[in-house]
């Protein structure tokens, strides 16, 4: 009689295949830790991990750490005599299966309790968030020539052996498997240590190493040909890649897209009227807001809508600093995201795969609790001791048990969607470490740009209020039948609730030193004023044009301390406006310029502002910006040149404000950041001499701010048109 063929998991072979992480610590000294922190509290409850480092060859003292604690295995090693050691990894991965209602025989489907089959998806997604954690990366992925991944094999085997104790009724219903990893630390992997990366050496900062080198596996190797410089990869480049992530997912066509998705499900066919679709990514959020924004005004429900699905969009799709248990899921969004890594590879010269973006983000940002980016901690660090540090670390500690009580409701059904709104609401805490990547420098370049003043011209002619004996808007007449009519009815009656332009206008001079000009801006004089920004900004723009330069001379290997020398000035100045409307104000900012931006780009304005339809604007709104400016004899610069510095110019302060240059002492942190925001700076340079017609480039550099040569070049226009 023929034996049945054993089962592909049966024969699979589980030995070194687990993770270790290899860096670092001091000459002669490596950290060893296995990537394991702790799950979220709801996939805890279905997958435990165990784990623990042993040495097994080689002369060398494996000292363990958190001895006590094998949920996060780590140690140090010391290898000697030139000898390669040999550190052994043992994880054991247990699966349990809660307690059933109804017990049964698994025969098929049909008869696999109902409470099975309730929980088999989140047991599926707890399993794979723990193998990612484990794993080396290659065996998350097929192998050629096989069927299934290593991962596959043992979720295969884990969930079959876990049907084999439910057959068989025992209790508890678990499951479990033992994997194994090694790690070499050979001799020349020390030589490799030629300097001190990072703050390596006898004063050895490990938050410095967050930033620091990544493995040399990570960059292409060196070849003797004439072509740009390959630097090492260091890990800020996983905070950059969350920025110009968090700038796409904020732009403009994203916008539309999710309102379009809430509001127009079917398609945006205004003839037939529709209701908001409960699956659209906003819903959630924009149904909660809903029940906390009212306004005390008649008529108004769709301007309320706008506001409330607008405040949604920047809650759900803003970045932010992530925290403890979010590591894993920015991890994995870098790594599901091509574009991220491409850009990476071609912006630095690098051989990075996806799975390489997640050891980045876990060097970056960490494995502790939070805050999570290396700045953060510092200023986190810097409060012990006081009352605020109490007060922080009891709030973190509030948010973990809040965070368990909301896993529990939604497991009953209850929707409550995790936002940093709701974070700042309720935590203290948050604003330290989940600040969002949102900087006011963009609203600063709309307001300049005459965004807002574009809308107050609308609304004024709305309410019958002259600009003058010759009206350029005197033709501007909204009928009752159209959407737009009633939109600015609500903007009208809100404007008690938005920010007055005196508000912004004093804390643009509170981050930035800028200062706006027009006789609507009421003079106020300032407590606090950013006097030097401008002047350490512009002359890190300088010193990267010849550093660029440099870079594409394939004869010449660019030097990067001027532009960290430059980066730690700007840093620190604007670490000085970082208090008071700081996190608060660019916020609220951007909601009310994204909803001015929202009503100028509908298609009503093209019938009362004249455009010229042969200029492709990127985003619809900019033909009734630029329409207002000629008509008001506001200028004559494309809004477009506007519209470059206020993009570019957030994703370049967000890098400096956010990185921990103030004790990053390698040059190559800078000279990867200049190579990395290189298009960005470049565009800023030529938008800002296109604007100001100041060129950054030049010497001596240019410390005024940009509304006097904004005044100054209207003046001269005006000057002209009259002679």
């Known amino acids: ?88 990894a043992e994880v054991i991965i247990t699966f349990t299966l809660p307690k059933l209602k109804t017990p049964g025989r698994v025969e098929n489907d049909q ?90 050496g006898h004063n050895f900062d ?43 997912t904020l732009s403009w066509d994203n916008y539309v897209r999710q309102l379009d998705l809430l509001f127009f499900p079917k398609g945006p066919d205004l003839s037939m009227p529709q209701t908001a679709d409960p699956g659209a990514p906003l819903y959630n959020t924009t ?23 607008t405040e949604a969009f920047l809650v759900t799709w803003g970045g932010v600093a992530p925290w403890a248990i979010d ?110 990547l949102i900087e006011l420098i963009w609203s600063y370049w709309m307001e300049e740009m005459q965004l807002v003043q574009t809308m107050n011209a609308v609304t004024r002619r709305f309410q019958n209020v002259s600009s003058g004996a010759h009206d350029p808007l005197g033709q501007l007449e909204l009928d009752p039948l159209r959407p737009l009519n009633n939109m600015i009815w609500g903007w009208v009656q809100d404007e008690q609730h938005r920010l007055p332009i005196e508000r912004r206008a004093l804390e643009y001079r509170h981050h930035y030193g800028f200062q706006i000009f027009g006789k609507a801006v009421p003079s106020a004089r300032p407590a606090d004023n950013r006097s030097k920004f401008l002047e350490a900004f512009h002359t890190l723009l300088n010193l990267c044009v010849p550093f660029f330069r ?8 660019p030097d990067g301390f001027p532009l960290l020398n430059a980066l730690r000035e700007v840093h620190l100045i604007l670490s000085e406006g970082a208090h008071n409307q700081f996190r608060d104000l660019p916020t609220t900012a951007r909601v009310e310029m994204m909803m001015q931006q929202w009503l100028l780009a509908r298609p009503e304005f093209r019938e009362f502002l004249p455009r010229r339809a042969m200029v492709a604007y990127p985003e619809p709104w900019m033909h009734s910006v630029e329409s207002m400016r000629k008509l008001q004899g506001w200028g004559d610069t494309n809004v477009y040149q506007f519209w470059q510095l206020a993009t570019t110019g957030e994703q370049i302060v967000s890098s400096i404000r956010w990185g921990d240059w103030n004790s990053i002492n390698d040059p190559v942190n800078a000279a990867n950041w200049a190579t990395f925001f290189r298009p960005e700076i470049q565009t800023y340079i030529h938008s800002y001499r296109a604007v100001t017609g100041i060129d950054v480039s030049a010497e001596p550099v240019d410390v005024q701010v940009p509304g006097i040569h904004l005044l100054r070049r209207l003046q001269q226009r005006k000057g002209a048109s009259v002679a």
């Open 1 to 88: 009689m023929a034996q049945p063929k054993p089962n592909l998991f049966e024969t699979a072979d589980f030995h070194d295949v687990v993770q270790i992480d290899v860096t670092p610590r001091s000459p002669g000294t490596y950290d060893v830790k296995i990537p394991v922190h702790a799950l979220k509290p709801h996939y805890a409850t279905y997958v435990k991990i165990e784990a623990q480092l042993n040495q097994r060859k080689g002369q060398a003292d494996l000292i363990p750490e958190n001895d006590n604690d094998r949920t996060i295995p780590a140690g140090h090693v010391t290898p000697v005599n030139g000898e390669t050691v040999e550190v052994e």
């Open 111 to 200: 008869e696999l309790p109902s409470s099975f089959l309730n929980h088999r998806e989140k047991m599926m997604n707890a399993l794979n968030e723990a193998l990612r954690m484990v794993l080396r990366p290659e065996y998350m992925e097929v192998a050629p020539g096989d069927r299934s991944s290593k991962a596959d094999l043992i979720q295969m085997k884990l969930f079959f052996d876990l049907g084999m104790a439910l057959a068989n009724q025992q209790t508890p219903t678990v499951a479990s498997i033992n994997l194994t990893g090694v790690a070499r630390i050979p001799q020349d992997q020390q030589g490799q240590q030629t300097g001190e990366p990072g703050g390596f």
């Open 206 to 248: 490990t938050l410095a190493a967050n930033s620091g080198p990544a493995a040399p596996g990570k960059y292409m190797p060196h070849s003797i040909s004439l072509q740009r410089t390959t630097r090492p990869l260091t890990g800020d480049v996983a905070l950059w890649l969350l920025i110009k992530l968090n700038a796409d």
């Open 550 to 557: 440099q870079a594409d001379d394939t004869t010449v290997v």
């Open 327 to 436: 590591k894993a899921a920015i991890a994995t969004l870098l790594t599901d995201d091509p574009a991220a890594v491409a850009l990476a590879n071609e912006r630095l010269g690098l051989n990075l795969v996806s799975p390489d973006t997640t050891s980045l983000t876990k060097q970056y940002f960490g494995t502790a609790n939070s805050p999570t980016l290396p700045y953060l901690q510092r200023v986190g660090q810097a409060l012990q001791g006081t009352d605020a540090a109490d007060v922080i670390a009891g709030a973190l500690e509030d948010e973990e048990i809040k965070l368990e009580q909301q896993f529990q409701l939604e497991a009953k059904g209850h929707q409550q969607p995790a936002m940093w709104l709701r974070h700042w609401n309720d935590n203290i805490s948050a604003k330290l470490t989940h600040p969002p």
């Open 287 to 309: 149904a909660q807001l809903s029940h906390r924004r009212f306004l005390p005004f008649t008529d108004t429900e769709a301007y309320r809508a706008l506001k409330v699905a």
